[in-house]
């Protein structure tokens, strides 16, 4: 009962966190949009009004202008009605963490820890996991106060330090987890972003406009520079959530270095569309984009063992083999706690359910996705004893 009631805590709270997480990126796009469409503002009147910028659009069968004031209206009082968009930003993190909690700290034995890896106990795990988010955020704040002044060095500063990071948690959590961390300090440094830098600055810069001072530049700046970081952040950030579908990706034995591909070639892909709205067309971001991605998917393509390599595998052999490594999760009734019910739907108990899901047998014990953490110790013979008799048809004999 406990591992079904858990398994329905995980379903929501990734529902939650799936649309908290649409409703945030959406407001992040659309407001990183504006501010880079804006035009000056056509009529002089508006201009004397404070306005600095200005964009029409059309959508949902009507128009719309939207005015952007650096200092607020001039002559006027500053509108009661103001709209913050930070809710969304923390119902995100919030329901992110209670996922991580879910998954990778009550089930840490499982989907946190890889033993061949790292030997942890749960709670050494969980410290760790832990330390490197706090310790992420930390680490950026502080980069971001040293080369405060020099956008170019703190840009390279950012990138070395995601690739450490990333490379860091490989050599410490299960493949799976370590994905899953790269993106949890990214998360959770876009919404302090938002907690500790974004919207303080602006509550400040109300409160000295309905005062009726000049607001002070710098925490504008501030909350303009953290709102740039967390738009690049955005695609790798969102590579990562659904990365855990595709565990040809993390399960690769350098699957920090394909993590940290990718991730440039979202943030060149976000770079591009930054430009775009500034009327840059600049196609190379998506070419050099491109071109990453095909590299990645050159060096994952699978590589089948040699026809000329090994006697063949008879189908009892496969089976002993796959009900004693992987008919523990893989059943009706699961034995390894923490299992409601076999791991996406996948039973191989029976000689039609084994040959039913063959290539995808193939595929996860080749990629070492399978079994999870290696709970059971699967050893390279027994994949490799798998992999010929899929190479010679996966038949029953």
């Known amino acids: ?53 200005e964009l029409w659009a059309v959508h949902g069968g009507g128009l719309y202008q939207s005015q952007k004031y650096l200092s607020g209206p001039m002559g006027e009082t500053l509108s009661n009605n103001l709209h913050w968009s930070k809710v969304e930003a923390y119902t995100t993190w919030l329901s992110g963490m209670g996922l991580l909690a879910i998954i990778y700290w009550f089930g840490a034995a499982t989907y946190l820890i890889d033993k061949s890896v790292m030997v942890l106990t749960p709670v050494q795990a969980i410290g760790i996991s832990v330390g490197a988010i706090v310790g992420g955020w930390i680490v950026y704040s502080a980069m971001c106060k040293v080369f405060d002044a020099n956008e170019k060095w703190l840009a390279a500063s950012l990138f070395l330090f995601v690739i450490a990071l990333d490379w860091g948690l490989f050599q410490v959590f299960s493949a799976r987890a370590a994905f899953l961390h790269v993106g949890a300090v990214l998360g959770t440094i876009m919404a302090a972003n938002v907690f500790f830098a974004i919207i303080p600055g602006q509550k400040k810069m109300v409160a000295e406009i309905r005062a009726g001072r000049e607001p002070d530049p710098t925490p504008g700046r501030i909350g303009k520079q953290r709102s740039v970081h967390n738009t690049f952040f955005t695609l790798p950030v969102l590579f990562i959530m659904i990365s855990n579908h595709y565990p040809m990706t993390y399960s690769h034995p350098h699957g920090w270095a394909i993590l940290a591909v990718i991730m440039l070639a979202g943030a060149l892909i976000r770079q591009f569309f930054v430009l775009r709205h500034r009327g840059q067309q600049r196609p190379l971001f998506v070419v050099a984009a491109t071109l990453l991605l095909l590299m990645v998917f050159i060096a994952l393509a699978p590589k ?45 108990e029976t000689t039609e359910q084994i040959l039913a899901n063959a290539p995808k047998i193939a595929e996860t014990v080749a990629s070492r996705y399978m079994p999870i953490g290696n709970l059971t110790q699967m050893t390279e013979a027994e994949r490799e004893r798998i992999a010929i008799w899929f190479r010679d048809g996966a038949k029953v004999q």
């Open 304 to 348: 089948p063992p040699s026809a000329t390599i090994g006697k063949p595998v008879g189908f009892s052999e496969v089976k002993a083999i796959l009900a004693e490594r992987c008919v523990t999760c893989h059943a009706a009734l699961p034995a390894t706690s923490g299992f409601a019910q076999p791991p996406k739907g996948v039973m191989l």
């Open 1 to 53: 009962m406990e591992s079904y009631v858990v398994e329905w805590l995980s379903l929501l709270v990734r529902w939650l966190h799936l649309i908290a997480g649409i409703a945030w990126i959406g407001a992040s796009f659309y407001f990183i949009m504006l501010d880079n469409s804006l035009t000056a503002p056509s009529k002089p009147e508006d201009v004397k009004r404070g306005v600095f910028g």
